[in-house]
């Protein structure tokens, strides 16, 4: 009697523990779709002068968790510049082109609820030497499903910068 009460709490536990671990990998959204820039409902932030500001950008989105896949296609004047991300959302790291301008970047990246959340420093060298960014950025789709969210936040020693950008579902 004691062996099959035992049995049975255990197999519970195993039974809830199971169900936790799906509860868990649901509660992450799924990015995956194509996705047109909304630049009404954008803020560029100090780069609303910019050509960014002004180009047609398009995210077609490949999203199987924890791998996040983006190609980003910009348009602007009859030039195309497509450029591809990978993103893992367990934090092992990847190494990714800058988003503007040349090098490459290694970032790390984790969920955060809904968000998933990349976090890299990056050094560059400019006209006055070499100074150093913390870049943020994060992915939020709405809760209908419609519309995906980039916010990316620049920091240095002179401040914080943040652009926000907003794609409306195309298919």
Known sequence: MKRSLSASLLVLCLLA???A???????HPDFSGTWQLDRAKSDFGGWSDKP??????????????PELKIK????LDGQQEVKEFTYYTDERGETNQATIGAGEVKSKTKWDGDKAVSQSHITRKGQGGTYEL???QKWQVSSDGKTLTHTTTIGNQMGTQQVKLVY???Q
């Open 52 to 65: 960014l500001a002004k180009a047609d950008s398009t995210l077609v989105v490949e999203h199987k968790d």
């Open 72 to 75: 980003r296609t910009l348009s």
């Open 168 to 170: 409306r579902r195309a």
């Open 134 to 136: 913390d870049v943020t």
């Open 21 to 27: 671990g799906d509860d868990k990998k649901k509660s």
């Open 17 to 19: 523990s199971a169900a």
